[in-house]
């Protein structure tokens, strides 16, 4: 059963980028699609994009387009998530999640932090 | 893209209480939606996928139903350990994905 663990919290300013890692163990990681997900305080799951490994390509919410990159790095059966042009409203835990259609099983989420 | 509309966003109940949770979409999906339940601080855990194929482990008070447009979870017995938040989630338009505004179990 694959498990996936995510990097630590971090704080950042506003303007700035965040880079966010998800290592998966105990499975095929290549075959296997990821999907990033955010939640804000208080608020619901919103859907931000997801790769395949295998295939390197990623899709990506509308609403973040411009601004996330999902990549992956084979060697170390780990998916990245960065996010540029950070403002307050990117306050959030992001979680990685195995899976392109539904989402199982996830990381323990990474708390993002934007303050100045 | 499509919308999915969860009704009620918040509901009380007591233990033992039969339990349901509508999942409305903007357009027809098939059975391609996916219910997960969250509780505070933790990631969310898949419950159902496919409308209303049960995930292996999740107990069988658990179901869903539905196609196209309406979807229901219903919890045939509401137990201490499911007060959380209930998520549903689409998987039909591709690379887009989206989730329900989330409904909350709150104890009665």
């Known amino acids: 059963q694959v498990q996936l663990v995510q990097s630590g919290a971090e704080m950042k300013k506003p303007g700035s980028s965040v880079k966010v890692s998800c290592r998966a163990s105990?499975?095929?990681?290549?075959?296997?699609?990821l999907t990033w997900v955010r939640q804000a305080p208080g608020q619901g799951l919103e859907w931000m994009g997801g790769?395949?490994?295998?295939?390197?390509?990623?899709n990506y919410a509308q609403k973040f387009q411009d601004r996330v990159t999902i990549t992956t790095d084979e060697s170390t059966s780990t998916a990245y998530m960065e996010l540029s042009s950070l403002t307050s409203e990117d306050t959030a835990v992001y979680y990685c999640?195995?899976?392109?259609?539904?989402?199982?099983?996830w990381g323990q989420g990474t708390l993002v932090t934007v303050s100045s | 893209a499509i919308q999915l509309t969860q009704s009620p966003s918040s509901l009380s109940a007591s233990v033992g209480d039969r339990v349901t949770i509508t999942c409305r979409a903007s357009?027809?999906?098939?059975?391609?939606l996916a219910w997960y339940q969250q509780k505070p601080g933790k990631a969310p855990k898949l419950l159902i996928y496919?409308?209303?194929s049960l995930e292996g482990g999740v107990p069988s008070r658990f179901s869903g139903s539905g196609s196209g447009t309406d979807f229901t979870l219903t919890i045939s017995s509401l137990q201490p350990e499911d007060f959380a938040t209930y998520y549903c989630?689409?998987?039909?338009?591709?690379?887009?994905?989206?989730f329900g505004q989330g409904t909350k179990v709150e104890i009665k």
């Open positions: 999640a195995g899976g392109g259609f539904w989402f199982d099983p």
């Open positions: 105990g499975g095929t990681f290549s075959s296997y699609a």
């Open positions: 790769i395949i490994p295998i295939f390197g390509t990623s």
């Open positions: 357009q027809g999906i098939s059975s391609a």
């Open positions: 496919d409308a209303s």
């Open positions: 989630q689409q998987f039909s338009s591709f690379p887009q994905r989206t």
